[in-house]
């Protein structure tokens, strides 16, 4: 066993299978870590199976020790349930504190909270940063995306040990960088970590991460369904499709652990694995966030919204099963070429991709007007690259147009995504068609396509509804041939010409 120092670079307190990573990972990068958890056997046996890592685990069974057992100012990650269990892990904390020491929550808490926490303790003197982690267990052990946020000042003292950890990416190609052997450290590259901004900024951006995410999910989904229920191939033959497809535009660990899964039989029947689960899906709420948070700033995010819908339609399965008896569809059965709809499937997997990505940035973009943020949205994208769960070859095209024009509006308006679903839009329209002449729902695809056409169209169909407005309510409205912000209103007689009032 590595000799200890008298004290640890780094303190850490919750080993779930998060902490438990995250702590062997930067043990891994020779720094002494001490670790406390609430449960003493979980602790004792974490410390008991790792007694050789590089920089050496240290188990503490009294938090007082814990606390002392770090060098100051004192660095403590909390990787505790987000809510209620992370402020009670910070309130037991405070008193055993010392001036400018460091609070770091990795957990996947809500931005606002991140926000109040960040004041509370400054005003206690005490420093926190709210750091968005991705990648699951793989990504926390070998190499997570790291999206932190808050004071600025503190950030610099755990600079060091979240490049370290972080998984890295050429700095060219923007491709992950893997290790000599499996798990091995990776030398060089560039890590997928950097300061996102103040208070709730890091966790507010992981929260955009995880909508995409779901966007994403929901898009591969509809995708295999197609293929499945239009085409009717099978899930190993819908497997290879996403194999091909992963070594293309699509390249991302979504696309690749989908071609995996699709290929996978089941242990106990041998049918494909798919088969055997149940199709009612789970969620933990950054999803619901994202969509929430775009409803109140008033930002158009359709696309990461209908992913979480689709959830919540999933998940009332006996209620479908009932409908589905009732509720008559199309009988419609698919004539085309299936080579050239698989083509159209993925093209229309691109544009919806696209759309929802534009979506997410959008709403980062709102986002830091209303915190005062300044966000890097090409920074961003870069560090998406490796190691969370979006990660994508995609996202360097995102770093790419935020280099060519840093403010840019809208990632649709960039040359090479609008070039690109030009030439692929006749394809997405026509998966759209076809799944709505067959009865196949495709909430992300369409809500996404119809995104675009709004987003392109100079004049929608909200003067109408605008007039209804001020029709039933006397809400007003803007003219055309006036000057905007100055608004109308026309009393509206009950069956006679109306009189135009200014
Ligand atoms: C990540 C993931 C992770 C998230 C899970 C589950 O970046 O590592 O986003 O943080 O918690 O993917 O999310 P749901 O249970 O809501 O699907």
Redesign the pocket.
């Known amino acids: 066993m590595p000799k200890l120092k008298p004290k640890s670079d780094i303190g850490l307190i919750g080993l779930a299978v998060m902490g438990q990573n995250l702590a062997l990972n930067i043990a891994d990068h020779g720094f002494q870590i001490s670790v406390y958890n609430r449960t003493t056997e979980t602790m004792d046996s974490f410390v008991a199976e790792n007694p050789n890592t590089p920089g050496g685990v240290l188990g503490c069974k009294q938090i007082k020790n814990f606390v002392q057992s770090l060098k100051r100012p004192r660095k403590i990650i909390i990787l505790v349930k987000a809510g209620g269990p992370t402020d009670a892990v910070i309130d037991t904390l405070i008193p055993l504190l010392d001036k400018n020491d460091i609070i770091i929550d990795g957990g996947?808490a809500k931005w606002t909270d991140t926000i109040r926490r960040e004041k509370d303790l400054k005003a206690k003197k005490l420093r926190f940063v709210g750091s968005g982690v991705?990648?699951?267990e793989e990504?926390a052990r070998f190499g997570p995306a790291l999206m932190p946020g808050g004071d600025p000042a503190a950030y610099k003292h755990l600079q060091p040990i979240w490049d370290a950890i972080a998984a890295k990416v050429d700095a060219k190609t923007g491709r992950p960088l893997e290790g000599a052997e499996p798990g091995a450290p990776v030398k060089g590259g560039v890590p997928c970590a950097a300061y996102i901004g103040p208070n709730g900024a890091g966790h507010y951006v992981k929260m955009i991460?995880?909508g995409i995410?779901y966007g994403d999910m929901q898009m591969i989904c509809e995708a295999y369904d197609l293929m499945q229920n239009v085409l009717g191939l099978t899930a190993p033959e819908i497997g290879k499709v996403f194999a091909r497809w992963n070594k293309g535009q699509l390249d991302s660990f979504l696309i690749e652990i989908t071609a995996d899964i699709l290929q996978q039989s089941d242990p106990i029947t041998g049918k494909p694995f798919v088969e055997v689960v149940l199709d009612t899906a789970?969620?933990?709420?950054?999803?619901k966030w994202t969509s929430v948070n775009a409803l109140d700033m008033g930002v158009p995010a359709p696309t990461v919204a209908e992913a979480v819908f689709a959830r919540f339609l999933s998940a009332v399965k006996t209620e479908r099963v009932a409908a589905g008896k009732i509720l008559k569809g199309p009988s419609k059965r698919f004539s085309g070429n299936k080579t050239a709809f698989i083509r159209a499937i993925h093209d229309a997997l691109y544009c919806s991709k696209i759309c929802s990505y534009a979506q997410g940035f959008q709403l980062m973009r709102e986002a830091q007007n209303e915190y005062n943020w300044e966000l890097n949205f090409g920074q961003i994208a870069q560090i998406w690259r490796g190691g969370?769960?979006i990660r994508a070859v995609f996202l360097q095209k995102i770093t790419d147009a935020f280099k060519r024009k840093p403010k840019l509006a809208n990632l649709l308006l960039d040359p090479y995504f609008n070039k690109t679903i030009q030439k692929a839009q006749s394809n997405w329209r026509k998966v759209v068609s076809t799944a709505t002449e067959q009865g196949v729902a495709i909430p992300t695809f369409s809500s996404a396509l119809s995104y675009y056409d709004g987003y392109r169209t100079a004049r929608l169909p909200q003067n109408l509804l605008q007039a209804q407005r001020d029709y039933f309510g006397a809400h007003t409205y803007e003219r055309v041939d006036k000057p905007r912000g100055k608004f109308f209103h026309i009393d509206w007689p009950e069956k006679d010409r109306p009189q135009l009032k200014v």
């Open positions: 996947n991705s990648g699951g990504g991460h995880n995410e789970g969620q933990k709420g950054t999803g969370c769960i």
